[in-house]
Each structure stands twice: as structure tokens, then as C-alpha cells.
């Protein structure tokens, strides 16, 4: 296996990150409104009592929604609605009315749709951001994305704090359900406090059980021209601790972790601490998976 660059040094490609925004998030425009709080709290009539407002409603039509979505026009909606083919959080919903509110699940003919475009962002974590959508771990990747777009992207998987390398997001529901379902194979550059034996290599081809779990991996060797300490791994995880936890089930300690590639997705012209948005062909690709 030939040894990895991970160094982040490079040019940006043309559609790269912007620089890091500290405290923000990737909440983006979303299609949920909110009545004003502070509106008048009624008007007179002609006799002089107050006329009650009506109540404010959150959310979305049930109908727009699903014309957001790209499925139908809202007319079209109308009469899917009627005929029990959409249901909201598991349950059939008739009401033409209905308003979707943030965090709903739609589904249509079985299916859970979204009204945003599917949107796939690649980031090159740089160390000692965390891997989290949690404000209160201080800088987290959300940051780093957060300019990226207005769509409410999610990382699959994850990288602890210290690991660097590629980190993949999106707001394709469907993808994100079969990636964890199916796993998907992640390339690391593992660097370990001291070499790592000709034997525990063997073991960890085989199979190593770790507090009673089977931990396999696809592809392991030492990296070309360094040290036997660097390895290359390939495993179909998402976790953010399993690497660890395998080489310390062994005796050794982890000095750097790094993911090279996600499946057909590389490093190239991708430097440490930007992103960038896939391209058609790449967003292709994972229906192979």
C-alpha cells in the first residue's frame, strides 16, 4: 500500500470551503415559519369588543411540502392526500390542512421524502474538531460546513476529535439509512506508538474479538517506505472509536489517524480544514453501493 500524503497542503479545487466560521451552524434557511410572537393581540369591532386572533400555526401545508419535494404539484397532493398515500410520523394523514412541523417524517408510498435537494458536501477534518452536530463541544464540524449550504446536511459516521481526513455529509435520508445499514469502507493512514508486529498483523487480518465483538477489517499492510509503525487500513465502519479499540486490544497505542478515502471519494485537491460539494458522477456512484 503506498504511503498517503496527509500533510493538507495544496490549492484549493474552484468549488472549495471558505474559511472556518466559529459559533455557527448549518441550519440554513428552513421551510418552517413561525408567526410573530410579538403581533397585535386583536382589533376592535364596530362594537367595541375584542376580537380574539386566531392561533398561530407552525409548520408547512402538508400539501407544499410534498410539492417541495419534488414529487407533484400542490393540486396533485391534494388528491394523494385524500386517497391515504402519505403519512406523517407513521400515521395516515387525511387533512388537507395538515402543517408539517420541523422534524416530522413524511413519507410518500413508503418512502420518506424531504423538500430540500438531496446535497452531498466532502470535508477534510482537520485535528481537534469535533465530530459531533452538538453546540456545546466547542468547534465541531458543523462549523466547517456551515457556509456550504442552506440544507440541513448531517455527517455519516464519524472521526474522533484527533483523527483527521475525509468526513462525509448530506441530507439524503435514504443514503444515510443504507450507508449505516450496509456500512461503507473507509481507507486510514494509522500511525502507532511503535512497530507493529508481523503476528498481531496477522491477527487483525483474521478477525480480533474486542470486549466480545468481532472486529474485521478488509485490507491491512504496512505503509510503503515507512516505518512498520504506519499502516494502511481499510474497514466498513462508521464508528469513531473501533480503530482504537482494536489496536489497544493489542498493546498498542494510536498516535494518528487519518481517512484517506469513503469509497470512491478521495483527498485530491482537498486541503485539510475544506470542503467541497460532490459532483453528479461521484453522487452516481453510490448507488453501487
Same mark, same amino acid.
Given at each position: 500500500m503506498s504511503r498517503r500524503d496527509t500533510s493538507g497542503k495544496g490549492k484549493a479545487s474552484g468549488r472549495g470551503g471558505e474559511n472556518v466560521r466559529k459559533g455557527s451552524s448549518a441550519r440554513g434557511n !428552513? +421551510?418552517?415559519?413561525?408567526?410573530? +410572537?410579538? !403581533? +397585535?393581540?386583536?382589533?376592535?369591532? *364596530?362594537? @367595541?369588543?375584542t376580537?380574539?386572533?386566531?392561533? +398561530?400555526?407552525? @409548520? #408547512?401545508?402538508?400539501?407544499?411540502?410534498i410539492s417541495n419535494s419534488g414529487i407533484c404539484s400542490r393540486r396533485e397532493a391534494d388528491t394523494y392526500i385524500a386517497t391515504g398515500?402519505?403519512?406523517?410520523? @407513521?400515521?395516515?394523514?387525511?387533512?388537507?390542512?395538515f402543517q408539517v412541523k420541523s422534524g416530522d417524517e413524511v413519507k410518500f408510498d413508503g418512502r420518506r421524502i424531504n423538500p430540500e435537494p438531496a446535497t452531498y458536501v466532502l470535508l477534510n477534518k482537520p485535528k481537534s474538531v469535533a465530530s459531533t452536530t452538538s453546540e456545546s463541544k466547542g468547534?465541531?464540524?458543523? /462549523?466547517?460546513?456551515?457556509?456550504?449550504?442552506?440544507?440541513? #446536511?448531517k455527517p455519516v459516521g464519524r472521526l474522533g476529535r484527533n483523527a483527521t481526513g475525509l468526513l462525509l455529509f448530506t441530507n439524503d435520508d435514504d443514503l444515510m439509512q443504507k450507508l449505516h445499514k450496509k456500512g461503507m469502507s473507509r481507507l486510514f493512514h494509522v500511525e502507532l506508538d511503535k512497530n507493529l508486529k508481523?503476528? =498481531?498483523?496477522q491477527k487483525i487480518v483474521e478477525g480480533v474479538s474486542v470486549n466480545g465483538k468481532?472486529?474485521?477489517?478488509?485490507? #491491512?499492510?504496512?505503509? /510503503?517506505?515507512?516505518?512498520?509503525?504506519?499502516? @494502511?487500513? *481499510? #474497514? *466498513?465502519?462508521l464508528g469513531n472509536s473501533v480503530?482504537? =479499540?482494536?489496536?489497544?486490544?493489542?498493546?498498542?497505542?494510536?498516535?494518528?489517524? /487519518?481517512?484517506?478515502t469513503i469509497g470512491h471519494l478521495t483527498k485530491k485537491d482537498l486541503p485539510r480544514g475544506r470542503w467541497r460539494m460532490l459532483t453528479q458522477d461521484e453522487i452516481e456512484l453510490f448507488s453501487m453501493f
Open positions: !428552513a +421551510p418552517f415559519k413561525r408567526e410573530n +410572537p410579538n !403581533a +397585535p393581540a386583536g382589533r376592535q369591532n *364596530k362594537a @367595541g369588543t376580537k380574539k386572533p386566531s392561533a +398561530p400555526k407552525e @409548520g #408547512i401545508r402538508l400539501n407544499k411540502y398515500l402519505v403519512t406523517v410520523n @407513521g400515521k395516515i394523514v387525511n387533512e388537507m390542512g468547534l465541531t464540524v458543523m /462549523d466547517l460546513v456551515s457556509n456550504a449550504t442552506s440544507a440541513k #446536511i508481523g503476528e =498481531d498483523l468481532m472486529i474485521t477489517v478488509e485490507e #491491512i499492510s504496512y505503509v /510503503d517506505n515507512a516505518p512498520k509503525r504506519e499502516v @494502511g487500513l *481499510k #474497514i *466498513k465502519n480503530i482504537r =479499540d482494536l489496536f489497544e486490544h493489542l498493546n498498542y497505542q494510536v498516535v494518528r489517524v /487519518d481517512c484517506v
